[in-house]
């Protein structure tokens, strides 16, 4: 139950937090790129420094809640932000929902119901070896392949590409704090899953910044909670042997399927005009 409860607060973090986080890159040029300039724009913003501080709790009870569930279902239950964010979206950025983004909001609802109910608590197993050293190289992997896309001239297509990138480092995140072996206190800091899952969660930051200034708030979340949770899932299945309870995996399948299905929804049909403010900010704004 304190899992579910932890995935629940995570959830709520994590969608205040993106709709805060597009609040302030609205002083972002369009052109932004990876680099110093970008974090010093972002953490001189009084809305972006909330915006880390729940980012910075939610993901300390995501890391309580991995500690005794799947990653499948925590990553899933993470995915309910995306319906946070969506309702913070039209309050305070004014973006506009169609029936259809309703409908996927409501299947993602349903899919993690069915999630709660296919698993239960148990104790995290090891990962096997080299599986860090295979997420470092992965991390550096992917922050090649980020920079050559936030270089790209900017448009909402490159956005949504970001917004993967960044699902993907959140992944890289959930995963190495599902495996750091907390046994050994004086050696957590030598564990290479530590520095990974940092890595990767300060680059999916960074490239969620980027992908809020070049396309909408809904969207954006949207491909980075299904990208972030069909990764984390299937690395959780493949790499640490996370399963469902006996007899309830077409359960959980179903319900996964559902919680996808939810978030591709919004991402495909997300309302083009979350921004309320019509200025562009140029490059010497």
Do not use: K, N
């Amino acid at each position: 139950m304190i899992g579910l409860v932890a995935v629940a607060g995570a959830a709520l973090c994590s969608g205040a937090a993106v709709v805060l986080q597009a609040v302030a890159v609205r002083r972002l040029p369009d052109d932004a790129g990876l680099g110093t300039t970008l974090v010093r724009r972002l953490v001189t913003s009084p809305a972006y420094v909330a915006a880390l501080a729940l980012v910075a709790l939610g993901f300390g009870l995501s890391f309580l809640a991995l500690r005794t569930l799947p990653l499948f279902l925590v990553q899933a239950g993470r995915a309910s932000g995306l319906a946070v964010a969506a309702v913070l979206a039209v309050v305070v950025l004014g973006a506009r929902l169609g029936p259809r983004d309703a409908g996927g909001l409501a299947a993602l609802g349903v899919g993690l119901v069915g999630l709660a109910l296919s698993v239960a608590p148990a104790p995290v197993t090891g990962a096997p070896a080299g599986v860090p050293v295979g997420l470092l190289v992965a991390a550096v992997a992917l922050a090649v392949v980020a920079w050559r896309v936030a270089a790209r001239p900017p448009s909402t297509r490159t956005g949504l590409v970001l917004a993967a990138a960044a699902g993907c480092g959140y992944a890289l995140l959930a995963l190495a704090a599902h495996v750091v072996d907390l046994s050994q206190p004086l050696r957590v800091l030598l564990d290479p899953a530590l520095w990974v899952g940092g890595a990767g969660g300060v680059l999916a930051l960074a490239l969620t910044a980027l992908a809020l200034r070049r396309a909408p708030v809904v969207p954006v979340t949207a491909v980075t909670v299904a990208t972030e949770t069909c990764l984390g899932a299937l690395l959780g299945l493949v790499l640490v042997g996370d399963e469902a309870l006996p007899g309830r995996g077409l359960l959980a399948t179903a319900a996964f399927a559902l919680v996808l299905a939810g978030a591709l929804a919004v991402a495909r049909f997300g309302s083009p005009d979350a921004l309320t403010e019509p200025e562009r900010v140029t490059a010497q704004g």
